[in-house]
């Protein structure tokens, strides 16, 4: 499932390449993803131009030119991805296609239709009202914010890094990896752990997500970048989907244990 660094890839590979289009055509093949595509979506698209790309969590936001945003959501396997020159065959599982006036096209791709596309009107308030901060921004994310937080909770930190109220656009794969950055098993509560644990924790997950933007995200099952390219992460990954082989700092097996219904991978040495 993409998560922030894919998304954040997905749009910075798109950005110099839409950016000031204008859209001529939109074929909605199929309208039932995970909320079905409204009615009113290719009327809502056609003639505008796209001002500007943005990110916020896990959502691709396209501002158009006239102050609406069309609002994609990868799911679990989506890919919008960019073509030069338009095709004329598709996919069965090409769900949206939009045809840029000077000749490029995107498509919308999604096997598993966990993805979803909508236009939202006016600013992001009400879009994303609940949703935690950006683990980058560390105004809102730190560890003051993760100390405080575990005052609330009885929960285990991989349950709360997980929870997208909490902190916005981590998943599976990265929330492994920083809890392995910072040495805490999965299955630690979060109000167990001292200031200085937060601060390590909070500084965790900004270097592992910076470090999966730096290189294009994790291409583990199917993940493509808006041009097709594949990510870089995945060579780099210290416990995530590796149980049973060594760990690079220790040398101890990578153990992988459920929680939250969810696979934990962890070194028992290294994490505590
Ligand atoms: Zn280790």
Not at 106 to 126: K, T
Not at 198 to 220: F, N, P
Request: some cysteine; glycine content about 10%; overall charge positive.
């Amino acid at each position: 499932m993409p998560e922030l660094p894919e998304v954040e890839t997905v749009r910075r590979s798109l950005e110099p390449r839409i950016t000031g289009h204008r859209i001529e055509a939109v074929d909605v093949r199929r309208r039932d993803l995970r909320w079905p595509i409204v009615d009113e979506f290719e009327e809502r698209l056609r003639g505008r131009s796209i001002r500007a790309l943005e990110r916020r969590a896990k959502y691709l936001l396209i501002r158009l030119d006239d102050d609406a945003t069309w609002v994609v959501h990868f799911g679990m396997s989506g890919t919008l991805l960019f073509h030069e020159s338009r095709r004329e065959r598709f996919d069965k599982h090409d769900h949206v296609v939009v045809d840029l006036a000077a000749g490029g096209q995107l498509v919308f791709n999604d096997p598993r239709r966990f993805g979803s596309m909508s236009i939202h009107e006016g600013d992001d308030a009400q879009l994303f009202e609940g949703v935690g901060p950006e683990p980058l921004d560390e105004v809102g994310f730190n560890g003051e914010y993760l100390f405080a937080h575990g005052k609330r909770t009885s929960r285990v930190l991989k349950d709360v890094l997980m929870d997208q109220r909490v902190v916005a656009g981590l998943g599976n794969i990265y929330v492994n990896e920083a809890l392995f950055l910072a040495g805490l098993r999965p299955r630690r509560a979060l109000r167990r752990l001292t200031r200085d644990d937060c601060e390590r924790l909070a500084q965790s997950v900004r270097t592992i997500i910076s470090e999966a933007i730096e290189h294009r995200g994790s291409s583990i099952s199917d993940f493509l970048d808006g041009v097709g390219r594949m990510g870089g992460y995945q060579w780099r990954r210290r416990v995530y989907g590796r149980e049973g082989e060594s760990c690079a700092a220790c040398g101890s097996t990578i153990k992988v244990i459920v929680v939250g219904q969810r696979s934990s991978f962890y070194c028992p040495t290294c994490q505590r």
